[in-house]
């Protein structure tokens, strides 16, 4: 064999072992499919976020399910907490066209991480090496979202600095993709910490419900004038709820009234900052228990779509959908006299009623449930770890209609009344009423 023969020879080898390597960190795609570069731009008007080469403003939603909805909807992209299910998430959104905001799931100090643990930091960069490996040339790919919420109750600067070092690992693999992590908080303390220890971090993002009217201007006066993007808004959590009955049980809004207070928080608090805010994700699309199963859900778990989900076609399209969801004003728990009940006592009967009119004049049916509270103090922030509470049998007296009767008979403690109104053409209203099951004292004998 001549020299140039065993030279051409090895440089194929070498060439192969390369290429076998490369398709190791690949997953296989369809044929066609490119990732795409995004990148965030300033101009005289503000910050900007670019795909390909065309600017991108997010209208997002964050979930699992409904995707197809979405897409028809208005909405442009998904964000999910986490890769394990990630291959189908990519692709079903690739195929309606929709984007992924893709997190890296990192577990809080709260929750038990140990940052200071050599072992556990280098595992954790191992499994976020070949996430981002695995999924950095997906053609629906938008950003690296590295964390939830990483600074609740976190007061520990290593932290900080291994989310700096995960991120640099990201853009090493990853160059074309910006990364981002999730507070909760924006005070003077967490920015500066996020400016000093993650210069890697490209922009941060926030959860905020009831204070997102204070978000930007609170970022800007901590000492981040770039860019963010909202990860999470929607009606005011439990947690900060305004009105509570006097068994400090929080008080949720009825359908209709968490999709005014979404109108105004997406008007006035995301598109009002259009210059430094490159979008949102409305949080849930879809069902899920987080204190009621009601509370955040835009969808019931058999899919019909609120108020809520009206409003963002409306808020993303221009237009409302032509069939829209029951309009719920009210829902009222009373005695046999017609006066307001909260305290339910045994041997008692009791009626509740709802007020609703339906835009299109569709007939609508009702269903009408009693759950106890939920846990969801107790869990100290772990949402995923809800579920919902088992109904309570033998309440009501009577149901499917817009007056019920129930009893007293419960045991002792706190529970709520649920109705779901559907108009039988895919959409419902929704709304509850707490209430305490009180335990009659025993008469004393001497």
């Known amino acids: 064999m001549t020299f140039k023969k065993t030279i051409f020879r090895q440089a194929l080898l070498i060439l192969l072992y390369v290429m076998g390597c490369q398709s190791q960190d690949r ?11 995004v990148t965030i731009q300033q101009d005289a008007s503000g910050f900007s976020l670019y795909r390909n080469g065309q600017p991108y403003y997010i209208r997002g939603a964050g979930g699992y399910t409904y995707y197809d909805r979405l897409k028809a909807m208005g909405g442009n992209s998904i964000r999910v907490w986490d890769t394990s299910d990630a291959d189908r998430i990519l692709d079903q959104a690739n195929e309606q066209g929709l984007t992924v905001m893709l997190g890296i799931w990192i577990v809080r100090e709260k929750e038990g991480f140990n940052y200071f643990s050599q072992e556990a930091v280098a595992q954790l960069k191992e499994r976020v090496r070949k996430e981002v490996l695995r999924y950095r040339n997906h053609p629906a790919l938008l950003m690296w979202c590295i964390g939830n919420e990483i600074d609740f109750g976190l007061f520990n600067i290593k932290a900080w600095r291994v989310i700096n070092e995960i991120a640099a690992i990201v853009h090493e693999l990853d160059p074309n993709h910006p990364t981002t992590t999730t507070l909760i908080d924006v005070s003077p303390r967490v920015v500066r910490l996020l400016k000093e220890e993650c210069p890697h971090i490209d922009l941060p993002s926030i959860n905020s419900y009831r204070a997102l009217p204070f978000f930007a201007e609170n970022l800007q006066q901590s000492g981040w004038d770039g860019p963010y993007i909202v990860t999470e808004f929607g009606p005011p959590g439990a947690w900060e709820s305004e009105k509570h009955t006097d068994w400090n049980i929080p008080v949720e809004l009825t359908s209709s009234q968490k999709a005014e207070f979404i109108k105004e928080r997406y008007t006035n608090d995301i598109l009002g900052n259009a210059s430094r805010c490159l979008g949102s994700y409305i949080f849930f699309w879809g069902q899920k228990q987080e204190c009621t199963p009601t509370w955040f859900s835009l969808f019931t778990k058999s899919g019909e779509k609120t108020a809520s989900a009206d409003m963002m076609q409306y808020l993303w399209s ?36 709802v007020l609703v009119n339906d835009p299109e004049g569709d007939p609508l049916r009702y269903y009408w449930e009693v759950l106890p509270e939920s846990d969801w103090r107790d869990l100290d922030g772990s949402v995923e770890k809800e579920v919902k509470p088992t109904p309570v049998d033998n309440v009501l007296i009577t149901n499917n209609n817009a007056e019920i009767q129930l009893t ?36 004393r004998t001497r």
């Open 27 to 37: 997953p296989v795609y369809r044929a066609g499919k490119q990732a795409r570069t």
């Open 318 to 353: 221009g237009q409302w959908p032509v069939n829209r969801a029951p309009h719920l004003m009210s829902v009222r728990l009373q005695a046999a006299d017609n006066t307001p009940a909260n305290r339910l006592r045994p041997g008692q009967t009791y009626s509740a009623q």
């Open 408 to 443: 007293g008979n419960l045991n002792p403690g706190p529970y709520r009344l649920f109705v779901y109104v559907y108009d039988d053409k895919g959409s419902v209203a929704t709304a509850n009423v707490p209430f305490l099951a009180e335990q009659v004292s025993e008469p």
